[in-house]
């Protein structure tokens, strides 16, 4: 996705957001998607054709418009949420094949792991909302 400022023909920027296509994985149910300033970060998801949960992790940045690949998550992971976190992000919950998952993953961006947070949801949970509500998420549904 590049993200461009244009006028429309009005007074004041607007914000028009065109998709470009990820020449690596290809993606067709649920996954996550998140960005910093610069960079929108895609993990796991489930590749139907394949019928398998993935693992992997895919970065663009918006700026050279170039996909890179980035750091496995610890386990094939779809159906998750996310949520903001400092000056990162959270993935929280998710499920593969039958399982669902109380995990919460901190993503570290300096040095672009994964980490296992201590914290977990109440229960384990998919397909689910998260909100930054007290250290570190809240879980919905």
Known sequence: MAITTTDFNQPGPKIALAWSKNPLKQRET??????????????????????????????YNTV???????PNLPQPLSFMSSVQYEDTFLLVGGQNLDQKFDTIYQYDQTSETWIIREERLSAPKSVMGAVLAGPPAAECG
């Open 30 to 59: 649920v996954f996550f998607s998140s960005s910093n300033r610069y960079d929108i970060v895609v993990a796991g998801g489930y590749d139907r054709p394949e019928s398998e949960y993935l693992d992997d992790c895919e970065i």
């Open 64 to 70: 050279t418009r170039v996909w890179r690949e980035g």
